[in-house]
């Protein structure tokens, strides 16, 4: 078996930008690290032959969910919008315009085109049809690539 520490070198980044993808810039860190700390829980018991890259993304999956659960049950009470990062960590319209999505489409676009993930893995992951997760990414970057060729004209 592989050292853990050469899992998180090789798909670190993948998992980052998912977890950005489904939760934004600013929750995205936490879930990244409650992801790798799952997994390196439960790397012990991975089988040799599992696709370490589909696990990671279930991972990721799990604790974006949680995170996003916990945000919508906090309440948070400010005088001002908070800055939501840097531009040079995430492109801001390419975050709006992702999160403008319906959830299950935001969902598909991220584990389909940043993580790579055949649509089969993604219906186990969010819990539907292989041909669902499949309609779902096709409809999320099509309304994706119009929302974001708005929000860059705009």
Known sequence: MRPFERIVDRYGAMVLRVCRAVLGPTDAEDA?????LAALK?????????????????IA???????????????VAVAE???R???????????????????KQRLAVAYHHLAGL????????TGG???AARRAAADGMK????????????
Do not use: Q
Request: glycine share 4%; aromatic share 10%; hydrophobic share 40%.
């Open 42 to 58: 439960a790397y012990p018991g991975l089988p040799e032959d599992a696709n370490v890259e589909a696990w990671l993304v279930t």
């Open 143 to 154: 309304r994706l690539r119009t929302l974001y060729t708005e929000e860059e004209t705009a």
């Open 118 to 125: 055949p649509y089969a893995e993604i219906a186990a992951i």
């Open 85 to 103: 990062g840097r531009a040079d960590e995430w492109h801001g319209d390419l975050w709006a315009a992702l999160a403008r999505l319906p959830h």
């Open 81 to 83: 919008v908070p800055d």
């Open 32 to 36: 990244w690290s409650e992801t790798f």
């Open 61 to 75: 999956h799990r604790k974006a969910l949680d995170v996003w659960r916990a945000d919508r049950r906090r309440p």
């Open 129 to 131: 049809t292989t041909d």
